[in-house]
Each structure stands twice: as structure tokens, then as C-alpha cells.
């Protein structure tokens, strides 16, 4: 495989996560406690409406799994990038260049992970899917 169809892959596979995502909010609005009548915050009845979706343990291994895909998509996609711009072609004249790079696209996975993590498991906290 070459670099372009590798990056070809890579945005396509980042679309279809986007499309999974989509549709697991609309899921996790549809199966929100809030939409019951008879739900009362702070009454120990949060979770999920339908039973085998209830264990917060599901929702949590849901939210690492996409949480570490993205984050490792956007990463090697933005490695990618700057490849094919020539960032990493002096790499043997500049040994402290390639250990800024590196340093800055884990940084860049750090800061996509957090992020994601945080607005995830907002979301699921304001609909009471998890406690």
C-alpha cells in the first residue's frame, strides 16, 4: 500500500467513526431515562431503559474504544500530513526536530483523547445513562 491510499483509508475509516458516533448519540438520546415520564433525577433509577443496555460498564468500554480510535486516527492522519510536506525529511541532520515532532503529535493525541473522554462522558452523564 502507498502513503496516499493509507491516507485514503484513513479518512474514510475517520468518516465512518463519525457516522458510528452519530448514530450512538441518537441511541443514547433514545434510550435516556430522561424520556421516561415517571423518571425522578437523584432517585438511584438512572441508566439506560432497556435492560442488557444498562451496565455502565458497557457505555464505558464504548467511550475508551472511541475515544482512543479517534484520537489515533486523527493522529496518524496528522503524521501523515506533515510527512507528505516534507517536515520529516531532515530527520537525520536535526535530532532535536524529529523528538519536537514526535513530543507534538503525542501531545496532539493526548489532547484529542481528553477531550473526547470529557465531552463523551459529559453527555452521557447529562442524559443519566451513567451515574
Do not use: C, H
Not at 437523584?42 to 457505555?59: C, K, M, S, V
Not at 475515544?67 to 506533515?82: D, E, F, G, P, Q
Request: hydrophobic fraction near 60%; charge should be positive.
Amino acid at each position: 500500500m502507498t502513503l496516499r491510499s493509507i491516507e485514503r483509508f484513513l479518512v474514510f475509516s475517520l468518516f465512518m467513526l463519525l457516522l458510528l458516533t452519530v448514530g450512538v448519540v441518537v441511541l443514547a438520546y433514545q434510550i435516556s431515562p430522561l424520556r421516561a415520564p415517571n423518571f425522578v433525577p437523584q432517585a438511584a433509577n438512572a441508566g439506560a431503559t432497556i435492560d442488557w443496555l444498562r451496565p455502565e460498564r458497557y457505555w464505558i468500554v464504548l467511550l475508551n474504544t472511541f475515544t482512543i480510535t479517534l484520537a489515533t486516527n486523527v493522529t496518524i492522519l496528522a503524521w501523515l500530513r506533515l510527512r507528505f510536506k516534507g517536515y520529516w525529511l531532515n530527520i537525520r541532520r536535526d535530532l532535536w526536530g524529529l523528538l519536537l515532532k514526535v513530543l507534538g503529535l503525542i501531545g496532539v493525541w493526548i489532547a484529542i483523547a481528553y477531550g473526547t473522554w470529557i465531552v463523551s462522558l459529559t453527555f452521557l452523564l447529562d442524559l443519566w445513562i451513567v451515574d
